[in-house]
T-cell receptor, first 113, second 116 residues
Framework: GAGVSQTPSNKVTEKGKYVELRCDPISGHTALYWYRQSLGQGPEFLIY????????DSGLPNDRFFAVRPEGSVSTLKIQRTERGDSAVYLC???????????FGPGTRLTVT | AQSVTQLDSQVPVFEEAPVELRCNYS??????LFWYVQYPNQGLQLLLKYLSGSTLVKGINGFEAEFNKSQTSFHLRKPSVHISDTAEYFCAAYNAGGTSYGKLTFGQGTILTVHP
C-alpha cells in the first residue's frame, strides 16, 4: 500500500514569506507526527495529532508555527514570516494508533533565503 | 525529559567487517527503543525496535541490538557489513505509558561509511 507522502519535496522561499507543507498519512492511521531535522542533527518533535486534534504541540518552536488536520487525515504544517533558521527538512510520520510503529515520509526540504 | 545520545558521529568500516553503533538513553522509567536508518534523500526506515521481552532484538538487513537496562544502552550491531549499509543511523526512544503518545526523542545520528 501507499506510504506516507509529503509535498512539496523541496521548497525555497524568501525570508518573511508564508509556507505550507503537506502530509498525507497512511490510510487508517489515526496518529500523525511532525518532526524537524536540521543539518547534522536528529529529528526533533514538533507536534502530534490524534484524529483531528493536536494532542501535543509542545515541540513547536514559537507562534509562527501552526499545524492542522481538519478531517483526521491530511495534515498541513504552516509557517508564517519564515526566517533563515527555519531551513530544515520537515518530516511527517503516521502510526496506526499512538505508541505504535511510526512510518515516516520522505520529508520536505525547506530553504529560506 | 528523555534524552538519547549516540556516542559516535561517524563510523568508517571496511566491507565484511563487524560494526557496532552505540546508543545510550537517559530515562529512568520504562522506555521503548528504536533504530532507524536513513539513506541519502530518503525517509527514515525502521530497522528494529525493543518494546519488551527478550533483550536481544533482531531487525532487517542482518542488524540486531541489545537492550541493557543497567547500562541504559541499546547498541546496534552487524557481524558483517556491506557497501549498501552506508547510511545514517538514528537511535530513538519514548517513555512507555504516561502522556508521551509515542513522541520520539532521537539521537544525533551516526554516519556509517562502508569502504571496499
Amino acid at each position: 500500500g501507499a506510504g506516507v507522502s509529503q509535498t512539496p519535496s523541496n521548497k525555497v522561499t524568501e525570508k518573511g514569506k508564508y509556507v505550507e507543507l503537506r502530509c498525507d498519512p497512511i490510510s487508517g492511521h489515526t496518529a500523525l507526527y511532525w518532526y524537524r531535522q536540521s543539518l547534522g542533527q536528529g529529528p526533533e518533535f514538533l507536534i502530534y495529532f490524534q484524529g483531528t486534534g493536536a494532542a501535543d504541540d509542545s515541540g513547536l518552536p514559537n507562534d509562527r508555527f501552526f499545524a492542522v488536520r481538519p478531517e483526521g487525515s491530511v495534515s498541513t504544517l504552516k509557517i508564517q514570516r519564515t526566517e533563515r533558521g527555519d531551513s530544515a527538512v520537515y518530516l511527517c510520520a503516521s502510526s496506526l494508533s499512538p505508541g505504535n510503529e511510526q512510518y515516516f515520509g520522505p520529508g520536505t526540504r525547506l530553504t529560506v533565503t | 525529559a528523555q534524552s538519547v545520545t549516540q556516542l559516535d558521529s561517524q563510523v568508517p568500516v571496511f566491507e565484511e567487517a563487524p560494526v557496532e553503533l552505540r546508543c545510550n538513553y537517559s530515562s529512568s522509567v520504562s522506555v521503548y527503543l528504536f533504530w532507524y536508518v536513513q539513506y541519502p534523500n530518503q525517509g527514515l526506515q525502521l530497522l528494529l525496535k525493543y518494546l519488551s521481552g527478550s533483550t536481544l532484538v533482531k531487525g532487517i538487513n542482518g542488524f540486531e541490538a541489545e537492550f541493557n537496562k543497567s547500562q541504559t544502552s541499546f547498541h546496534l550491531r552487524k557481524p558483517s557489513v556491506h557497501i549498501s549499509d552506508t547510511a545514517e543511523y538514528f537511535c530513538a526512544a519514548y517513555n512507555a505509558g504516561g502522556t508521551s503518545y509515542g513522541k520520539l526523542t532521537f539521537g544525533q545520528g551516526t554516519i556509517l561509511t562502508v569502504h571496499p
